[in-house]
RNA sequence: GCCUGGGUAGCUUAGCGGUAAAGCGCGUCCUUGGUAAGGACGAGACCCCGGAUUCAAAUUCCGGCCUAGGCUCCA
């Protein structure tokens, strides 16, 4: 072994340090300042404690106080303060696993019952450990007395044969006497954390399997600072006000009452919105060149027995299906079997592909009932469905195009949605040739496009490769919306053909593909992307005239009924103050409030503002009309009508 | 489906063994207002459903339904 090491900086420098030196050394070499700051770091790749000795070359990276990593590592140390304050209160408790996650960590117990009154004694015992400011210490036990210490915690146990598999010795965290197996790392002590909390419980499973113990999941978080948690805890608070199913109500757009879980109702104002995307979809999809077609919901359940959906669907109860006169009738699932019968009803040439159908096929799944989550999942729901049936040596220009409209889509609603290429799976069905064929013609469509995309390897469904669109929530979950897939699996299993140059049957690929996704989930995203604050174009309300006076009431009705006739106009007529007309149209979120009183009925012009600011516009209503007009043919998000000096 | 919360007027919530309260909204009236909440009066509640305990239950207990967050799941 030899006596130096070399380190390989992030700016591509490098230094020689004694074998056996730590990352804190590395940082007091490089300056003091850094030292100091110090307070772990990461050795290719892999985070550890600063005092983690270097015992052959690497790259390192130093990770101080202002980094996310930094972050992890306080929470991390947060999970073992959570852990300590329990067994102090509750000595009974079982750890299992505590790490970090992006917004804090959570610890995995058993063997207590946690309500939030014993959280409140748990959380008080927390505060103290933090305030007593506890040096944490590593100190590595043989395997042996570490099989011991755990000798009635399986979990640990369990860690101890797969994590830690080979390891001897293997490393403990100490901080006051108590301690846990762990890798680490952990900042120095516990006052190094500012402010620390726990924020809710749940059941998790044990390595995530439903076949495993059930566990207590806590969650907490911890920041270096009480302002930094204050903003968090105020970030979370401002997620709450954009919740769609809170403006969903406030602006009366829909409800899922509990006669129909999981089945949303849209009211007048939610319909409006639906019915300019049906409309935008329906422009789209002649763009691609799809034929809109309607198939029934109610079927008999035979129809997905070819294609393997039905027992695939009755294994997880996820079809609603029930027996009636002595055959089994379902809801269907989805579109795609009744699509594929409608070409199977007629003769293709290859001249003829790609043959496409689109539909707002409405579906049902019997998704679980803890899972069901306003708008965003939901059992009933209407896909902008499509399938193209098209030759191999079509796949990538038809791909190509279904994404170029698709971007256009999203950038219309200035959407931000990431891209995913979901690869092969175990469970896959065709040949490995045109799967990596397929795969192929995906990635060259996306590269084509300049998109950026992830690769979720070996998530594909089983019948192809598949491109999912995912949109952020309000409380940064992930949800699919848009989606592309292929599909090799229906054309064989339905036999469908259509007729080559030679003469001779051929199979087609079948492209699975929905723009927004579905309408329900399209309209929970939107309405937490905007806030409630619809482009015009998509307003249910557009304008909203504000009359100052009774007397002015005439002139509001001519108005709306012959200048804005081919907007959606309301007059607030209620007996109001002008300022109190004018809050009430900003909670509803109206683009364009026009106060008009005797000076606008004389001059035939609008005084205009907006929902955003205190905008101030006088024109003339022909040129308000112009503008509006504008800004709904154009579907556009800013807002057009702007302050005129 | 599982764990922990929650379900009280149209909405948001307070009350938590002694017969239901506030703000907003709604109705009537006064006010006719000029750019972010004018005033008065009034109507409105099987306190989620079913059982149990109690002299007495919105309140305690048991069961169910719905709902929130998470877990599992998402063809």
Redesign the pocket.
Known sequence: MSEHVTVVLPDGSTMEVEHGATVEDVAYGIGPGLGRDTVAGLVDGDLVDKVTPLTEDCEIEIVTEDSDVYRQVLRHTGAHVFAQALQRTHPEAKLAIGPPTDDGF?YDVTGV????ETLAAVEAEMEAIVAADYDLERVERPREEALDIYEDNPYKRDILEREAAGEDPVSFYVQDGWQDLCEGPHVDSTGAIGAITL???????WR???END?L??V?GTAFGSEEELAAFIERREEAEER?H??IG??MDLFS???HS??CAHYHPNGMRIRRELQEYIRDKNDDLGYEEVCTPELNKAKLWEPTG?LE??KE?G??FAWEQDDTEYGLK??NCANHAHIYDEGQHSYRDLPVRFSEFGT?Y?N????????LL?VRGLTQDDGHAFIRRDQIESEITETLRIIEEIYDLFDLEVLYKLETKGDNAVGDDDIWREATQGLRNSMEALGLEYSVEAG?A???GP?IGLDARDA?G?EW?IGTV?LDFNIPERLDLTYVGEDNQPHRPVMVHRALLGSFERFMGVIIEHFKGNFPTWLAPEQVRIL??????IGYAKRLKNRDLSEFRVTIED???????K???S??DRVPY?L???????ETGTV?V?D????Q?A?LDVETFRAQLDTEVQQKRVEPTIVRNG
């Open positions: 959570y019952d946690l309500d939030e924020l809710e419980q749940s059941a998790a499973y995530g399997d439903e059930q207590t999941r969650y919740d199913r809170k109500r406030e899922v009452p509990a879980p999981g959906h695939a669907f997880e996820e079809m699932p989805m579906v799944r998704e679980q009932s803890g899972e069901l989550s306003g999942r998530e469904a089983f019948y598949k409380l979950r699919t897939q009359p100052v006076s009774d007397d002015n209620r007996s109001w103050t002008v300022g109190k004018i809050q009430q900003h909670d409030m106060i008009v009183g005797d000076d606008e009925a005084s503002r929902r955003f600011e205190n101030l006088d």
